[in-house]
């Protein structure tokens, strides 16, 4: 019997490699999965990494008018030329342009996951003009999967869609977390020891970190305004920050990237193709974004066994539970995120790694996600 055919599509593939990294294999099985981004070189990994079909189609994260046209028309030919069951689509440039296409062209089913809505953060005219695109999204599509609840309530309360339309996967998460692969007892003793000797971290040193993009929307000005308070009362304290800078689209003070480049006890380590080993050797993770959809970093960290202080914004809020696996404080707030690691140095008990961990497995395992979507798709389809 010819397998059903489902066409997912993202902005940029490296969404397709990483964010979605297995369960376009693992739908495969069941149907003809075929994947459009930008970026051939990187579409080309998807297929190997992934074993399904990958087609080019340039789209951009800024507002392109022509090009967006130029990306709809082309997506538009694509669909009639392969005639999907589903159009499914990530990222809020994909989301918009895959589905007036996928409307069109007449696929039954168009399906949108919402991983954070950077309409949050705008004001003015923008917010006014994302408010209109996110609406114009939404009402070109079947079903709408916000990853998070607190994102479920934000459209709900903003009149974005019709309520019977929204439905959250499981507890959260596009795609879950690989919790064979982020798993502490994969990471020795002499491994860790290892790391930190390499980066020149003493083992009397204690060690947070900080995993993502280096811009405005992470709070990396109150992480740094925090942590520079912080590194002067507690002297054997060292940041880590794995990340890259996004200077056209979000950059940050010159004042906050000076610091960043010359402070003694932060060490910047770039982007990181494996993010575990420094995951193993930290204690614990903070995280002071101001949006987001559902934030894998802090998933991974629980996984790893340590306790993350994160912003009480959607996803964070539901990963972490104030007190048990971190903490949670005021988003744009380095006065409270001061105090929340100055309260967590100075803890006599440690959190509970196992419990960190317990917390991510029992909600978030990937293969669980994957099923419950899969299911999802069998209703939708049947």
């Known amino acids: 019997?010819?397998?059903?055919?489902?066409?997912?599509?993202?902005?940029?593939?490296?969404?397709?490699?990483?964010?979605?990294?297995?369960?376009?294999?693992?739908?495969?099985?069941?149907?003809?999965?075929?994947?459009?981004?930008?970026?051939?070189?990187?579409?080309?990994?998807?297929?190997?990494?992934?074993?399904?079909?990958?087609?080019?189609?340039?789209?951009?994260?800024?507002?392109?008018?022509?090009?967006?046209?130029?990306?709809?028309?082309?997506?538009?030919?694509?669909?009639?030329?392969?005639?999907p069951d589903i159009v499914h689509t990530h990222t809020p440039k994909a989301g918009t342009l895959g589905l007036l296409a996928a409307f069109f062209a007449g696929v039954p089913h168009r399906l949108h996951t919402i991983a954070g809505l950077p309409l949050m953060e705008a004001k003015g005219k923008k917010r006014v003009l994302l408010n209109l695109v996110e609406k114009i999204t939404y009402a070109c599509a079947t079903k709408i999967y916000p990853n998070s609840k607190g994102l479920d309530n934000f459209v709900r309360k903003e009149g974005f869609t019709k309520a019977e339309k929204l439905h959250v996967i499981g507890d959260g998460s596009s795609n879950g977390i690989n919790i064979e692969h982020f798993n502490p007892t994969l990471f020795t003793k002499e491994q860790n020891e290892a790391l930190r000797s390499s980066l020149n971290i003493p083992t009397s040193e204690r060690v947070l970190v900080y995993l993502g993009r280096i811009v405005n929307d992470k709070g990396i000005h109150e992480l740094i305004d925090a942590f520079v308070n912080i590194s002067k009362e507690f002297e054997n304290v060292t940041l880590l920050i794995g990340g890259d800078y996004e200077r056209d689209l979000d950059p940050i003070s010159p004042k906050t990237e000076k610091i960043l480049n010359t402070h003694p006890k932060i060490k910047l380590l770039g982007w990181l193709k494996d993010v575990r080993p420094y995951l193993a050797i930290s204690e614990a993770m903070i995280f002071p974004s101001y949006r987001e959809g559902f934030p894998n970093v802090v998933m991974q960290a629980g996984a790893m066994g340590i306790p993350v202080i994160a912003t009480d914004i959607n996803g964070c809020n539901e990963i972490i539970v104030d007190g048990v696996n971190g903490y949670i404080v005021p988003p744009k707030d380095s006065y409270q995120l001061e105090e929340k690691t100055r309260i967590y140095l100075n803890r006599d008990l440690p959190f509970s790694s196992e419990i960190c961990r317990k917390m991510i497995v029992d909600r978030y395992d990937q293969k669980r996600i994957w099923k419950l979507l899969h299911e999802e798709y069998i209703h939708i389809l049947d």
Request: no cysteine.
């Open 1 to 83: 019997m010819e397998h059903k055919k489902i066409i997912r599509v993202t902005t940029v593939a490296s969404s397709l490699k990483v964010l979605l990294k297995g369960q376009l294999s693992y739908m495969n099985q069941f149907y003809e999965v075929i994947g459009i981004s930008s970026n051939k070189k990187v579409l080309d990994e998807v297929t190997l990494q992934e074993g399904i079909k990958t087609i080019e189609i340039n789209m951009t994260r800024k507002i392109t008018p022509l090009k967006d046209l130029k990306a709809v028309w082309q997506l538009y030919r694509l669909f009639k030329k392969e005639k």
